[in-house]
């Protein structure tokens, strides 16, 4: 009979500690995770190298001569949720060693754009000393690829050189 009391005893003891066991008090304990997402609105020509438009050697006759077209890429990123523009300016007149001019009318451009979301200038116009928009993203921002097609009219008896002047590209929220 005492070993049954012992064994009943033995019994009792180890289903409280397998019952203590399994319902011990769990703890817990919350970290904070943070993630800083900065905005973004930057463009950049996306062809490496491409830094110039190069028309090439042109020969000025009595009739206007059209040389082009070239196409700068421009990629515009974007996580703003905002509409943007691009706009493009130039930096002065086309001049040659000698300060001979040739007219900015003589420089046109049209734009289109990968996603077909926004607003392009779809008509060849003539670029400008003042700013001028090329592109106007859709309602959300969204990202895209554009592209921007130049040609140069030479006018009648224009003076020999090399002519250059700086277009200079820019992104803005709106």
């Given at each position: 009979?005492?070993?049954?009391?012992?064994?009943?005893?033995?019994?009792?003891?180890g289903c409280l500690?397998?019952?203590?066991?399994?319902?011990?008090?769990?703890k817990s304990v919350?970290?904070?995770?943070?993630a800083s997402i900065k905005d973004t609105l930057e463009l950049a020509i996306s062809q490496a190298g491409q830094s110039d438009l190069r028309f090439g050697n042109i020969v000025s006759t009595s009739i206007p001569v059209e040389a082009g077209p070239l196409t700068v890429v421009i990629r515009v990123t974007s996580n703003t949720g905002q509409r943007y523009q691009v706009a493009e300016l130039l930096n002065g007149p086309l001049l040659n060693a000698?300060?001979?001019?040739?007219?900015?009318?003589?420089l046109k451009f049209k734009s289109s754009s990968a996603t077909s979301a926004g607003t392009?200038?779809?008509s060849p116009i003539a670029a400008s000393a003042s700013a001028q928009t090329i592109f106007i993203s859709d309602n959300a921002g969204t990202s895209d690829t554009l592209s921007v097609?130049?040609?140069?009219?030479?006018?009648?008896?224009?003076a020999p050189g090399?002519?250059?002047?700086?277009?200079t590209y820019t992104v803005s929220a709106l």
């Open positions: 009979m005492r070993k049954l009391f012992i064994f009943c005893i033995f019994v009792f003891f500690e397998i019952t203590g066991t399994l319902h011990a008090a769990s919350t970290i904070r995770s943070l000698n300060n001979d001019q040739m007219g900015v009318e003589n392009v200038v779809s097609e130049y040609t140069l009219t030479v006018p009648p008896s224009q090399d002519y250059s002047t700086l277009l």
